[in-house]
């Protein structure tokens, strides 16, 4: 006797593999697209001007404000916070720190220059004018980089790979921390920092390298890399160490960068680029915010590999069968009378 249980669950097993098969194919294509769609770009920018850097300085921060440069100096017993004339290089005015701390990155906030430490968990408040230290404030870990938006938001860095908004009103709590990831993969070793616009794009070195990373806050992603080993190669000398500086001229619509003990301040083109970062965002080509785990991609990409080449003939058994089920007259019924005995 036919057994009619056997043939329909055999038919609902193909609908499942076939459905399945083609889900697993549209997921795989999916994870492709955005596997490239987080390849980060490395640009090599050229220098437009070239401004004289105090080489004794141990650049640890850079900004500008109303056409001065505003520098941190760092190490025990050379920190300071300087003001440098941005067409001569000459040091205008300067505020040393005691030789117990080790000054990092700072930005500006209500008027005010704001400063971090690097493992003493204090960070000085300056008179923007005078360079006078009006006030201090305490905050936990290592500070490494600082920035401000137009905004209110302040940035800062502490080493690690991820980047943490602090909150302006007392700079000494962390409201909301974002992990930063290049082509799908956290990235450590942030330092300065710089966020000029107010589009969510950061900008960050990465300590001991020469490239500067721009960074979609929103979702972490790198969208882009600015590589400037060539302009240190071409311009430096031995005794330069690694890029630490990162300023946006608002005037000239681009960036200052500089590095601890270079020679030069050099004037470079971000800003045409991260405008085309920001509008990929926007389209979702660039800095993705849906983050698959690697394992998640690779076990589906395995899947449809190997489940979509058969699609194809199981679609073709799972119409013969419903065809031939529907054609097929079923068999008369035997009596008692014809069954053998």
Known sequence: MTNQGGGSKLVSFLIFILIFSSYSGIVSSDASSIIESNNVEIISPEVVEILPHDSSAFT?????????????????????????????????????????????????????????????????????????????????????????????????????????KLNPNNLSSVIYSQTVYYNNSPINRLNELECPFDSGLIYANVWLEDRILAINSSSGNVCSEYDFSHIRIQYENNNSKELNGIAYDEESSLFWITGKNWSNYYLVDLDSDSVDCQVMEKSSDCCNNRNYSSLQIILVIIIGIFVMPFSWPI???????????????????????????
Not at 61 to 70: A, S
Not at 316 to 326: E, N, V
Not at 332 to 341: F, G, I, K, N, Q
Request: aromatic residues 16%; hydrophobic residues 35%; proline residues 2%.
């Open 315 to 341: 679609f073709g058994m799972l119409f013969y069968k419903i065809f031939r089920r529907q054609t097929q007259h079923t068999p008369p019924s035997r009596s008692t009378e014809d069954t053998p005995e």
């Open 60 to 164: 640890q921060g850079l900004l500008i404000f109303e056409g001065k440069i505003y520098e941190s100096t760092g190490l025990y017993g050379e920190s300071s916070i300087r003001v440098v004339n941005i067409s001569t290089g000459v040091v205008e005015n300067f505020f040393n720190l005691s030789e117990i701390y080790f000054a990092e990155g700072i930005a500006l906030s209500d008027n005010h220059i704001i400063q971090l430490t690097w493992r003493e968990n204090i960070g000085f408040i300056y008179n923007i004018s005078t360079l006078e230290q009006i006030d201090s404030f305490s905050f936990d870990g290592e500070g490494w980089g600082l920035c401000s938006t137009h905004n209110g938001d302040i940035w800062y860095s502490d080493g690690s790979y991820q980047i943490s």
